[in-house]
């Protein structure tokens, strides 16, 4: 029996492993994409204007 308690943990923290990457998939694009991609374009144009506040471009 001690097989059994050895082999527990990996298949258990490989499901859940699994269970996140099908997630994060099924997370991905949809009809919240737009609104994502505009947050990350918003949040890189902040963080550049604050790396070169001396410069107008």
Known sequence: ???V???VPPVV???F???LVVTIV???GGPNK?????A????????ESAR???TDA
Not at 34 to 38: F, G, L, P, R, Y
Not at 40 to 47: E, F, K, N, P, Y
Request: hydrophobic content about 50%; proline content about 3%.
């Open 26 to 28: 099924k997370s991905q």
């Open 40 to 47: 990350v374009d918003a949040a890189l144009s902040r963080a």
């Open 13 to 15: 923290m490989a499901a």
């Open 34 to 38: 737009a609104k994502e991609d505009a």
């Open 17 to 19: 492993f699994i269970g």
């Open 5 to 7: 308690s050895a082999l």
């Open 52 to 54: 070169q506040p001396g």
């Open 1 to 3: 029996m001690d097989y």
